[in-house]
């Protein structure tokens, strides 16, 4: 198994653009979600699903859309980007609605000019 | 939703010393604590967790404590080695959400030779 994939490891943009960071797994996970890690501010969950068709907003949903079409694959949509949205941003995973063990991907960092 | 302090922000110890990090988190019907260390650009990795029906959990050198009425958690490290050195986040998750956790804002461990 590959585990959690992320993809670009490294981007950057300017103020304005779009772009979609891509998540998969798999591991069969039914739960994927999104966080966003800046310094000194630990992880801050943006959107997460509980399984395919189903997503919700978390902590920092703002500037940010998901959508999950299957199982393995959970992208998170950058409508405008700022300079307030760079940041390392990690996908996570965990194996079932009853388990807890959330596995991270290697993360996207990315820098808005 | 959910609240978790974590201290001390920073922590150097001595080779073969130990290291104690503490969490505090709000909501007293969050049932699940993990423990994540986390290497200069790498990925989280859970090393321990512990679920809020029990009271310590031990692996080799490391060890959780949770105290429900207190609301708070420990991290416990013994006979540090220079390999220790990350940043050790806590996370909480909520007694009543989806698999989502709130993490504390971290912990770097740097142990000294």
């Known amino acids: 198994n590959a585990g959690v994939t992320q993809t670009p490891k490294f981007q950057v943009l300017k103020t304005g653009q779009s772009m979609t960071l891509q998540c998969a797994q798999d591991?069969?996970?039914?739960?994927m979600s999104w966080y966003r890690q800046d310094p000194g501010m630990g992880l801050r969950l943006i959107h997460y699903?509980?399984?395919?068709?189903?997503?919700d907003q978390g902590e920092v949903p703002n500037g940010y859309n998901v959508s999950r079409s299957t199982t393995e694959d959970f992208p998170l949509r950058l409508l405008s980007a700022a300079p307030s949205q760079t940041s390392v941003y990690f996908c996570?995973?965990?194996?079932?609605?009853?388990?807890?063990?959330?596995?991270f991907g290697p993360g996207t960092r990315l820098t808005v000019l | 939703g959910e609240n978790v302090e974590q201290h001390p922000s920073t922590l150097s110890v001595q080779e073969g010393d130990s290291a104690v990090i503490k969490c505090t988190y709000s909501d007293s019907a969050s049932n699940y604590f993990p423990w994540y260390k986390q290497e200069l650009g790498k990925r989280p990795q859970l090393i321990i967790d512990?679920?809020?029906?029990?009271g310590e959990k031990k692996d080799q050198r490391i060890a959780v404590t949770l105290n429900k009425t207190a609301k708070h958690f420990s991290l416990h490290i013994t006979e540090t080695q220079p390999e220790d050195s990350a940043v050790y986040f806590c996370?909480?998750?909520?007694?009543?959400?989806?698999?989502?956790?709130?993490f504390g804002s971290g912990t770097q461990l740097t142990v000294l030779p």
């Open positions: 996570a995973s965990s194996l079932q609605i009853t388990t807890d063990t959330q596995y």
């Open positions: 996370a909480a998750r909520w007694g009543g959400s989806a698999r989502q956790l709130t």
């Open positions: 512990i679920r809020s029906n029990v």
């Open positions: 699903s509980v399984g395919a068709g189903i997503t």
């Open positions: 591991m069969n996970h039914e739960y």
